[in-house]
């Protein structure tokens, strides 16, 4: 009965946060606004019963009293008599942004809640408006300031913000998290990952202030299709009518005032001749300003075309082919989430090592520092939400989740001409429940976006030696793209990867997003000997025969750049939950396999141009 009920509140739930998703996305280009940053020493307490949430009936403790419990109140004692369990104030500090799992041994493998609080000093002024802005929390956040609860957020990757302003005080303020990243069956990702599940505040939190009536969003892109035609359009926090709102990019010498109408909104379109286009080799971004009497927002955007047509991909009108390779958030060298611009930079710089034009950001929002990287060094991307493998495709809750994330990820990035590609999801086994929640997401992203290619890595399924591809969303899809193992999972040895064949029922540009073998950096032995690199550098070779029989490939990335963390990874040896298909080391060492990469990039970029 109860289960029902909560069913109910979570479908009501569901659909109200997709009325008003336009709300509740996170404001746009928040490190131009007025911050604060809370990153820095929070205390910490692990929870592993909730004890400060639920009481021992296992009902939650009542928010509208203080004094019942709930580690919210952060309480103090008061004299030597007072019975109170916990005290945030002698507890120990951790790092925020981090994840806690690689701050503390104990918490390695840890699944489950911890509170984390820090104190900050606030001058709140009559007449502004505050928000705390979470640019990633893992996975489930209740976030209090002062006692007061401010809400809840599901969703480990994407950014959120709570307002604050009536809860914020002049003076001394504390700020509440209690942070779950337990894996469940209906959430997005659900239990089964090939990843390290990072929990904790894993990327920067803000105090922002903001004035009255101020820019939620706006975007600046070329509109599809038209290299001189520019889209402009802004949303006002509120449906404010005649506010005035200047655009100006000076380097172009341009300026230009508008008014929004009725709804707080501004759109425009206009034809500016001689704008250089951003690429990869010419990674052109125009210093951006955007104003009204009381904002005033600076932004780097480079503008860029990115087309299909037949089973080819244009850049500003050229047929480009993607030198891509696959990235997870982590940090081999430490291992942990990217922690700073200095790791994100080491990634891509690795990236640029190899000769890549392009990354594949797998398998959840990265950084939006990192897409800004991007666009600075020159990179395309393939951007992807954590729909991975068996998601709960008929839980409306669930779907409801994969949209918002997808929907937080492209109002984010779209302002960035690095990002060419949005993924619905990675390797989701075919249903007809699964065909519709895809299909809806392809739908999502092209409404809010339809400048950019929508894809999602499929798979193949082997006939004798023909890999077929036929999954019906490829109907859907811009690319055709997949994953395919032979060679490592498929059994045999790297010789028999040239058997296969291939038939592909699209005619659209094929771009395979995995291929690879896990290889223990330094272990060298025969080309068939298992986990040495020899074994890699040989299936690498092969991989590259193989799908140079493909006349549409048009790119590819590899999985993937350097070895990650992952529970699923237990061979004593060769793993030690490390997944080993790194064409660099944890140690930062490239493997074997890298230099043959790269030697095939060089061949395709001399190709392609
Ligand atoms: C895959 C997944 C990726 C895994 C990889 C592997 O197909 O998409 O997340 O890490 O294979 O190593 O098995």
Known sequence: MQKSI???????????????????????????????????????????????????????????KTGTGGFFDDRVQKDKTELIEYDFDHSSLMNVPGDWNSQLEKLELYEGSVWLRRKFDAKPEKGKKYYIYFAAVNYEAHVYLNGKKLGVHKGGFTPFQFDATNKLKAGENSIILKVDNTRKQDEIPTVNTDWWNYGGITRDVYLAEFPDHFIADYKLQLVKGNNNLVSFSVKLADATANQEVTLSIPELKLEKKYKTDGEGKIADEFIWNNLSLWSPENPKLYGVNIKTDKEDINDKIGFRNIEVRGDSIYLNGKSIFLRGISVHDENPLLAGRLRSEGDMRMMLQWSKDMNCNYVRLAHYPHNEEMIRLADEMGLLVWAEVPVYWTISWTNPATYANAKQQLTDLIVRDKNRASVIVWSVGNETPLSDARLSFMSNLVETARTLDDTRLVAAALEVHREGNTMVLNDPLGEKIDLVSFNEYAGWYWGGTPAEITKYDFNIKYNKPVVVTEFGGDALGGFHADENTRWSEEYQEALYKNQITLLSKIGALRGMTPWILTDFRSPRRQHPIYQNFWNRKGLISETGKKKKAFYVLKDYYNQMQAKYK
């Open 6 to 64: 909560y069913r109910v509140f979570i479908i009501c739930f569901s659909l109200l946060s997709t009325i008003s998703y336009a709300q509740v996305t996170a404001i746009q280009n928040i490190q131009s606004r007025k911050i604060l940053s809370l990153n820095g020493k929070w205390n910490y307490i692990i929870d592993p019963y909730e004890n400060g949430y639920y009481d021992y009936r296992h009902e939650p403790f009542d928010q509208s």
